[in-house]
């Protein structure tokens, strides 16, 4: 039977190459560009142990997604810029159970120029090129035999089956990957999605120093050739744009945790729409018209092999999926 899966960001390409694998038939709808919004836009933190605020189960299932991305990028066939960096925290609290503490000289070595006397360590946290890693799992679905259709507009999902524009009713499993604008899917039931604008900047130069920087409100993310840092929270609906306030905001965290950053060339700045709901945990799971991986807010880059693996698992096998990511814990579908 095929799969036919709306919305070719991460998630959607991850499914589609993890349902390849198991020799299923797929068809990819993508409206515009695969992964040309909040997929490509992410700075490509994987911290689950910094994410989850506190919340074990959050945090459990994020170090098991975590644990799943050596062995999933090595198998993708190009390098995505996954490294093992680790994350130093600017907090007073620890952050995590794992985190150690980190100040005077050694804080110096792992972070020159820090603005703070001491921080907390967390060794195992890791980054990536999401604009890698986006194109490299696209590539590989396709190779595994995905089909991917671009400038495919889906009007309306049908009882196993997906409408277009054209008239045209593709037939199949039909699952719903369509980030922040999952809700825009007509037919899909309501489900609590909503846009959360993110505005990001990226400096020139190349940066002194390794792992991911966390402070309140902020984060640096060192490149080959750059440095990333971001980012804004913003309730805005799909109002598209980088605004003043938004770079002020930006900016302003990262000069207070690294002050020699004031002096780096702006090479960019963007905006991007992630995908959030209630509770900040994604909605993974069979809906009335399907099924649905989407909501998955700051960790869709982090959660993307696990949602992959477990959703398919749930279609082919009949696998349970975490209860706290089933879309009908909301109560409305």
């Not at 190459?17 to 994987?46: D, H, K, M, Y």
């Not at 960019?268 to 807010?297: E, K, M, N």
Request: with cysteine; charged share 20%.
């Amino acid at each position: 039977m095929r799969s036919v899966i709306v919305g070719a960001g991460l998630v959607g390409s991850a499914v589609a190459l993890e349902l390849a694998r198991r020799g299923e038939e797929v068809t990819v709808l993508e409206r515009a560009v695969p992964g040309a919004e909040a997929s490509s836009a992410a700075a490509g933190i994987l911290a689950p142990r910094v994410e989850a605020h506190g919340d074990t189960l959050v945090r459990d299932l994020g170090v098991e997604s975590l644990g799943l991305y050596e062995d999933w990028v090595s198998g993708l066939g190009a390098d995505v810029g996954f490294v093992r960096c680790g994350a130093v925290v600017a907090t007073d609290s620890a952050p995590d159970p794992d985190a150690r503490p980190l100040r005077g000289a050694a804080l110096e070595a792992v972070v020159p120029g820090l603005s703070v006397a001491e921080a907390w360590w967390l060794p195992d946290e890791a980054r990536l090129d999401t604009r890698r890693l986006v194109g490299a799992v696209h590539a590989a679905a396709a190779r595994a035999g995905a089909t991917f259709r671009t400038g495919a507009q889906v009007v309306a999902l049908e009882e196993g089956a997906v409408r277009l524009s054209t008239g045209e009713r593709l037939r199949g499993r039909v699952v719903v990957c369509a980030g922040a604008w999952t809700p825009k899917v007509a037919g899909l039931g309501e489900l609590p999605v909503r846009p959360v604008r993110g505005q990001l900047v990226a400096l020139g130069g190349r940066p002194a120093f390794n792992p991911v920087v966390f402070g309140a409100g902020g984060y640096l993310v060192p490149r080959a050739d750059e440095l990333v840092v971001g980012s804004t929270m913003e309730e805005v609906g799909f109002l598209r744009g980088v605004t003043a306030g938004g770079m002020i905001a930006v900016l302003s965290q990262a000069v207070s945790l690294l002050p020699a950053v004031g002096a780096l060339p702006v090479l960019r700045q963007w905006s991007s729409f992630r995908p959030g709901s209630p509770d900040g945990q994604p909605l993974v799971g069979r809906t009335a018209q399907g099924w649905v991986a989407s909501g998955h807010f700051r960790n869709g880059v982090l959660l993307a092999p696990l949602t992959a693996r477990l959703l398919v698992a749930a279609m082919l096998d009949d696998a349970p999926l975490p209860p706290s990511w089933r879309p009908e814990r909301f109560g409305r579908e």
